[in-house]
């Protein structure tokens, strides 16, 4: 069974510096997304992405973030310049068209630990 | 704005007996309606989803949910829980508008223990 994949899965860095999580979707989905899960809270929606744009983003989604499909296969999120509260679980999801209408069921991947020190 | 309510930060049911996990929800317009798990240190599974039809759906590992408009509730079951269904199970809501992609809204989560 197709499944959305992350890399890496954990990922440690230093305040201020980049970093870039990057997410294979399920090849015939069309719909992207960033979540993250700060540890113990909810599921938060960062970004959708759809046909190279952004489709909605949320209040966490500022300046410091920033989405990308580089390729046809992979999407990733870049944050500029991490701050201690971007540790988090950062979870890529992906959804298909169906007859060229989105359909509803995002699939999640297993997420990539980020830890800001 | 769309919201999801899940009452119970955990819930405590024993091998073999029935269990539910409470969800109520509020949105604009028809709700589309899912519940995802999540095992430790692992990512969102997709169990189950309400679209429209049949108040009653089914999904994966024996689980169904079932949809009560008046209520606004979207309780997770299973007749008989396992230990192996312990876990952190997620309620999330989408408004059923047409023309494309919705954003989904997740709850806060439920740790379901299932005690042996």
């Known amino acids: 069974e197709p499944e959305v994949t992350q890399t890496p899965s954990h990922q440690v860095t230093q305040m201020g510096q980049e970093v870039i999580l990057r997410c294979v979707p399920i090849s015939n989905h069309l719909y992207f997304y960033w979540y993250r899960q700060i540890l113990g809270q909810k599921v938060e929606f960062l970004v959708s992405?759809?046909?190279?744009?952004?489709?909605?983003k949320s209040e966490i989604f500022d300046d410091q973030f920033s989405v990308e499909r580089p390729d046809g296969s992979n999407f990733t999120l870049k944050i500029r310049s991490t701050k201690l509260e971007d540790s988090a679980m950062y979870f890529c999801?992906?959804?298909?068209?169906?007859?060229?209408?989105?359909?509803?069921?995002?699939?999640f991947g297993p997420g990539t630990r980020l830890l800001v020190l | 704005a769309q919201s999801v309510a899940q009452p119970e930060d955990q819930v405590n049911v024993a091998e073999g007996n029935p269990l539910t996990v409470k969800c109520t929800y509020s949105v604009s317009g028809n709700p589309y309606l899912f519940w995802y798990v999540q095992y430790p240190n692992r990512g969102l599974q997709f169990l189950l989803k309400y679209i429209t039809g049949d108040n009653l759906v089914k999904g994966s590992y024996g689980f169904e949910a079932e949809f009560n408009k008046s209520q606004t509730s979207f309780h997770l079951k299973k007749p008989s829980a396992l230990v192996s269904d312990s876990a952190l199970y997620f309620c999330?809501?989408?408004?059923?508008?047409?023309?494309?992609?919705?954003?989904?809204?997740f709850g806060t989560g439920t740790k379901l223990q299932v005690i042996p």
């Open positions: 999330a809501v989408t408004a059923g508008l047409s023309g494309g992609y919705q954003k989904v809204t």
């Open positions: 999801a992906s959804s298909r068209t169906s007859g060229g209408v989105w359909q509803e069921t995002q699939y």
């Open positions: 992405f759809y046909n190279n744009e952004i489709s909605e």
